[in-house]
C-alpha cells in the first residue's frame, strides 16, 4: 500500500507538469469520453499510443501507473468469474462437464479491463502531475462559468481537491492499522469466513473512526483561519495557457473524433 500511486503527486521536472491543469483536466475528460466509444481494437490502440506518450512527456514509468491498478485486482477478478457464470454466448473455448467457458465471456471481461486500465492510468498521470491545488484552482477556473446558474464552483472544486489529497494518506492510514492488528495476533490473510470478517471489521472501523478524526480536524483547521468558501478571493498565482497546453488539447481531440469516427463508419 505504500507504492499506491492514485492520488499521489510526484515533484518532477517535465513538460506535462508544467502544463496548466485546466488543460490536463479538459484532456482527461477528452480520453475518458474516447475510452467509453466503443471503437474496437483500432480505437484503443489510439488511446494506448496518447497514454503512453503522455507517460513518456510525464516522466514516469509504466510500471508505477500500473502500481494505481493493485487495489482492483479483486474487482477484475470478481468481474472476470461473473461473466464467466452469466455469459453463454460465442464459441465454446472450455468445457469441464456441465460448465463451459464461452468467448464472449473472455471478450468481455478483457474490454472492460482495459476500459479500467485506461482510466486509472489516465487519473494517476493527472494526479501524480498536478498539485492538488493547482487541480482545486483549474476545477474551480473551469466551473465558473456554471456559477450563473446557482453551481458553487469553488465548494466542488475544494471536495474534489481535498478527496485525491487524502487518498494515500487514507491507503498510509490502512496499512498502520494492519500493521497494529498484525501485531496483536489478528490475521487478516488466514481463517475461516467469520474469522476474515471479524478481522476485517477490526480493519475498518479504526479506519472509519481515523477518517472522521482527520476530517473534524481539517474543518476546524480551515474555520480557525477563516476559510469562507462563499468570499471573493483573489490568488497569487495566476493560471496561463501556453501553447503546448492547446497543442495538447487539440491531440486528445482528435483522438476522440478518430474513436468516434471508427466507431461510425469502420
Request: charged share 15%.
Amino acid at each position: 500500500m505504500n507504492n499506491f500511486a492514485l492520488g499521489r503527486y510526484l515533484p518532477l521536472d517535465s513538460v506535462v507538469h508544467k502544463m496548466d491543469p485546466r488543460s490536463k483536466i479538459m484532456i482527461m475528460l477528452f480520453m475518458m469520453i474516447s475510452v467509453f466509444v466503443p471503437a474496437g481494437v483500432y480505437g484503443y490502440a489510439i488511446i494506448a499510443l496518447f497514454v503512453i506518450l503522455a507517460l513518456v512527456l510525464s516522466k514516469l514509468s509504466i510500471g508505477y501507473a500500473l502500481k494505481a491498478m493493485k487495489p482492483m485486482l479483486f474487482m477484475m477478478g470478481f468481474l472476470f468469474v461473473i461473466n464467466l457464470l452469466v455469459i453463454k454466448t460465442g464459441t465454446p473455448l472450455i468445457k469441464i462437464g456441465w460448465f463451459s467457458i464461452y468467448s464472449d465471456a473472455i471478450y468481455q471481461t478483457l474490454y472492460v479491463v482495459v476500459r479500467l486500465l485506461f482510466m486509472v492510468v489516465i487519473t494517476t498521470i493527472l494526479t501524480a502531475t498536478t498539485k492538488p491545488l493547482d487541480l482545486t484552482l483549474g476545477i474551480e477556473k473551469l466551473l465558473k462559468p456554471f456559477e450563473k446558474i446557482g453551481i458553487p464552483a469553488h465548494i466542488i472544486a475544494m471536495m474534489i481537491s481535498i478527496a485525491l489529497r487524502f487518498i494515500p494518506t487514507l491507503i498510509e492510514e490502512t496499512q498502520r492499522i494492519m500493521n497494529a492488528q498484525a501485531s496483536r495476533g489478528v490475521d487478516l490473510e488466514n481463517g475461516t469466513l467469520k474469522e476474515k470478517i471479524s478481522a476485517l471489521l477490526s480493519l475498518i472501523v479504526p479506519l472509519f473512526v481515523s477518517a472522521f478524526e482527520r476530517a473534524d480536524q481539517l474543518a476546524n483547521a480551515m474555520e480557525a483561519r477563516g476559510y469562507n468558501p462563499n468570499k471573493t478571493r483573489t490568488r497569487y498565482k495566476v493560471l496561463k495557457m501556453q501553447a503546448i497546453d492547446y497543442v495538447a488539447m487539440l491531440i486528445s481531440v482528435l483522438v476522440m473524433a478518430a474513436c468516434f469516427g471508427i466507431w461510425l463508419y469502420v
